[in-house]
């Protein structure tokens, strides 16, 4: 009887240590996807404020797709905004400068699950808020979903005379192959590009604009005349410029 319960002790014993040791492993298995996680929505942010093609490129699945629902501000209906991995690494190679430096971005990535080969993550930053679904393909994490929005703009509009909008009326053609529509209504100024929702701009200055629900800023140039000739957009990845053509 003795020696019975010596063994089922010693078996106990030892299916403890397994146990822990199974527990251990799935534990440091756990720690390293978390970190290869939160890793990928890193490369995938930064790369997106440095404008580098190549970053996004290599964390993205084919598949991607960032979505965004905003509110047509002029129309007032639900707009449907898609970019894929094209698109958005097109995007990528067209702004030049930065606007944002690396101490005034504010990364905050948090795991909010996984599960297996997927995962859920929370990245939040000065300029965006954003929801990305990763899957693990082969032993790589890459970022498959992005629903976001923009931070809301916390500048206050100053008062100008809303004549001085008929200036600004008309399209800017862009040499990254895209138009901003300017228009007026009820004594709002309304930006536009092409498969975008309306959005309005209210006055820093005479001549600066920013919007309340768009990561962007935009400037309006004058000639030697005093003619507009030319729109300055600035996003949190850079600068473009526009020039007025109607």
């Known amino acids: 009887?003795?020696?019975?319960?010596?063994?089922?002790?010693?078996?106990?014993?030892?299916?403890?240590?397994?146990?822990?040791?199974?527990?251990a492993a799935d534990d440091k298995s756990l720690a390293k996807d978390m970190d290869a996680i939160i890793k990928a929505a890193l490369n995938y942010t930064d790369s997106w404020f440095n404008t580098d093609a190549g970053g996004l490129n290599s964390v993205l699945h084919k598949e991607f797709v960032k979505r965004s629902v905003f509110l047509d501000e002029k129309?007032?209906?639900?707009?449907?905004?898609?970019?894929?991995?094209?698109?958005?690494?097109?995007?990528?190679?067209?702004?030049?400068?930065?606007?944002?430096?690396?101490?005034?971005?504010?990364?905050?990535?948090t795991v909010l699950a996984s599960y297996g080969n997927m995962a859920a993550v929370?990245?939040?930053?000065?300029?965006?808020?954003?929801?990305?679904?990763?899957?693990?393909?082969?032993?790589?994490?890459?970022i498959i979903n992005s629903l976001y929005l923009p931070?809301?703009?916390?500048?206050?509009?100053?008062?100008?005379?809303?004549?001085?909008?008929?200036?600004?009326?008309?399209?800017?053609?862009?040499?990254?192959?895209?138009k901003v529509a300017v228009s007026v209504e009820d004594n709002k100024l309304f930006f536009k590009v092409e498969g975008q929702p309306h959005f309005e701009a209210l006055p820093e200055s005479v001549n600066k604009y920013f919007f309340k629900s768009a990561a962007a800023e935009?400037?309006?140039?004058?000639?030697?005349?005093?003619?507009?000739?030319?729109?300055?957009?600035?996003?949190?990845?850079?600068?473009?410029?526009?020039?007025?053509?109607?």
């Open 151 to 178: 931070r809301m703009n916390e500048k206050q509009a100053i008062q100008v005379d809303p004549n001085i909008y008929e200036d600004y009326i008309g399209i800017y053609e862009f040499p990254q192959g895209f």
């Open 75 to 109: 129309t007032r209906e639900e707009f449907f905004l898609n970019q894929d991995k094209e698109e958005l690494i097109k995007g990528a190679n067209n702004y030049t400068g930065n606007i944002v430096p690396n101490e005034k971005r504010q990364i905050d990535i």
């Open 218 to 246: 935009v400037e309006f140039v004058r000639d030697a005349s005093n003619q507009v000739v030319e729109m300055i957009t600035y996003q949190p990845a850079g600068s473009l410029k526009g020039k007025k053509i109607e």
């Open 122 to 142: 929370r990245t939040e930053t000065s300029s965006f808020i954003e929801y990305l679904h990763l899957a693990r393909i082969n032993t790589e994490w890459k």
């Open 1 to 23: 009887m003795e020696d019975k319960m010596k063994k089922l002790f010693f078996l106990a014993v030892m299916m403890l240590l397994i146990l822990f040791c199974l527990y």
